[in-house]
Structure formats: C-alpha cells, structure tokens
C-alpha cells in the first residue's frame, strides 16, 4: 500500500528517529512503512493521521481498490 | 501544514514487560539447576544457571545496542511483535512436523508412538483451546 508518509515527514523536517520516537515504534518500522513493506495497524495509522493532522484516506492509498473503481 | 503535536524525547525508561524474558530465562535456568542438584548432576545445574543468567544479561546487553533486540523485549513495537509472532508461529509448525514425524517414526520401528503422541495431543488440545478463546474474544 503506497503513503505519503516520507513526503510528510520530510515537509516537517522530522528524522525517521524523531518520527519513531514520537509514535512509540522503531525506526525500522517507520522506515517499513514508508517504503511500502509494512501496513500500519488501524491505531498506528491514526496516530501518523493526527500526527500529520491529515486523514488517513490521504495518507494511504490503496492501489488495488483505486484499479477496482470504476472510472467516469 | 503545521505539526503541532511537539515530538517527545526519547523515553530511556524500560517498561516491566522488558525485564519478563530475562526473568523467565533466569527461572529457567534456577529450575533446571534445582532438577539437576536433586538429580546428583551438581556440575551441570551450575552450568545451567550459569548459561541461562548469562544468556538474560546478553540480551539486556544487546538491547542496548540493538534496536530489534530492544524491542523484541519491550513489546511496543507492533511491527517487531508481529514479526516475533510470525516467527513464534513458524517455529511451533516445525516443532509440529517433528513431533508428527517423530510419531510415525516410533509407528515404523514398532513403539506405540510415545512420547510423541502425547506431545502431539498436547499441541492439537491447545490449538483448538486457543482457537476457541480467540473465537470468543473477536
């Protein structure tokens, strides 16, 4: 599942270490979701929605739903 | 957009959970000295307190220096408790597959399959109990 977490990070000037510190997770796994390998809990995902205050529909994007969707 | 949320600095404190699996691998060790000294093998139950504490500091040790360590131990990081559950869930099908093969192999050179057997019932009761319990709590 793509996100935008990296461009949001980064807008912030927050470290992945800042990121993961601020979650309560590692920075591995910080690093895990914002390259795509690891898909966040429902609770995780909130906490980098409020975090970011950005909904978490904009922070996620599910590919296969977005292909399943019948186009205008 | 602005973050408001200032970030925390990095909490240093271990939690309670931390300390359980050098705890428990400090008892393991203390009871398999204990059955070893009534056994008569005194060398080895102070090998097996000696090995088992220092395999507890090794990985309070290690926390230190490793990030998946620490977490492994502390349990607040819900990727890492996931892994660890995976990997728990795979070595216990490999323990399963051994036990099944250690099963028929007692069947071939004819034993009634013991202790295999048992060990096998203990693992399928408990997964139907644990099935169960989950069942009822989700």
């Known amino acids: 599942?793509?996100?935008?977490?990296?461009?949001?990070?980064?807008?912030?000037?927050?470290?992945?270490?800042?990121?993961?510190?601020?979650?309560?997770?590692?920075r591995q796994t910080v690093n895990s979701i914002e390259t795509g390998r690891y898909t966040p809990s429902l609770p995780l995902a909130i906490a980098l929605a409020r975090l970011f205050q950005t909904?978490?529909?904009?922070?996620?994007h599910d590919d296969d739903q977005a292909r399943a969707e019948p186009t205008a | 957009m602005t973050m408001t949320k200032p970030v925390p600095s990095?909490?240093?404190?271990?939690?309670?959970a931390f300390w359980?699996?050098?705890?428990?691998?400090?008892a393991l060790g203390l009871a398999m000295g204990a059955a070893s000294w009534a056994g008569g093998d005194r060398a080895f139950a102070v090998f097996a307190v000696a090995l088992m504490t220092a395999l507890a500091i090794a990985?309070?040790?290690?926390?230190?220096?490793?990030?998946?360590v620490g977490r492994l131990l502390d349990r607040r990081d819900?990727?890492?408790t996931g892994?660890?559950?995976?990997?728990s869930l795979f070595a216990g099908m490999v323990l399963v597959v051994a036990v099944l093969g250690g099963f028929i192999g007692?069947?071939?050179t004819g034993g009634d399959g013991r202790p295999y057997s048992w060990m096998g019932a203990v693992a399928g009761v408990s997964y139907v109990a644990a099935l169960i319990t989950l069942r009822l709590r989700r």
């Open chain 2, 59 to 68: 990985l309070v040790v290690a926390a230190s220096y490793s990030e998946t």
């Open chain 2, 106 to 108: 007692e069947l071939a």
């Open chain 1, 55 to 60: 909904p978490v529909e904009e922070m996620f």
């Open chain 2, 83 to 87: 892994l660890d559950r995976d990997a």
């Open chain 2, 10 to 16: 990095p909490q240093r404190r271990r939690p309670a």
């Open chain 2, 20 to 26: 359980a699996t050098p705890a428990v691998s400090v």
């Open chain 1, 1 to 26: 599942m793509r996100n935008d977490v990296r461009a949001l990070r980064t807008a912030r000037s927050l470290s992945q270490a800042q990121l993961a510190d601020a979650l309560g997770v590692s």
């Open chain 2, 78 to 80: 819900e990727r890492i």
